[in-house]
């Protein structure tokens, strides 16, 4: 599957300023996957299954949320939640050649289901 990365409407960055504010951080208390409802069918996931994210650079655990906000063979993470690190999936060594930005935007992925 093919990740990509960004930010979420309630945080900024990593979250140091957005996440200490109760307001903000209730909105969203900890990372998730945004997962196609048919992807996410035939791997058996449902809203709120933790889900194990698999590179070959690292991997995380996560939270699965089924939107039809991203389209099949597509994930979405946030950047904003230490407790799930997604530029532990992607490449600090990849970089742009004029900009020399770090390719912490987009990534292959394995996703499996936990079994709890």
């Keep these: 599957m093919m990740m990509t990365t ?3 409407f309630a945080h900024f960055h990593t979250g140091t300023m ?10 969203q208390k900890t990372g998730y996957v945004d ?10 996931i449902a809203s709120g299954d933790m889900v194990l994210l698999t590179s070959r650079r690292g991997e995380i655990e ?14 979405f993470l ?13 490449s600090s060594t990849a ?10 935007k987009v990534g292959a992925v394995k996703i499996e289901k936990l079994i709890a």
Excluded: Q
Excluded at 62 to 75: E, G, H, Q, W, Y
């Design 95 to 104: 970089f742009d050649p004029i900009a020399k930005i770090p390719e912490f």
């Design 6 to 8: 960004g930010r979420m």
């Design 62 to 75: 996560a939270p699965a949320r089924i939107t039809d906000s991203v389209p099949p063979k597509n994930l």
């Design 35 to 44: 997962i196609n409802p048919e992807d996410a069918e035939k791997l058996n």
């Design 78 to 90: 946030p950047i904003h939640f230490g407790e799930n690190p997604t530029n532990t999936l992607t």
């Design 18 to 27: 957005t996440r200490v504010s109760n307001s903000l951080d209730t909105e």
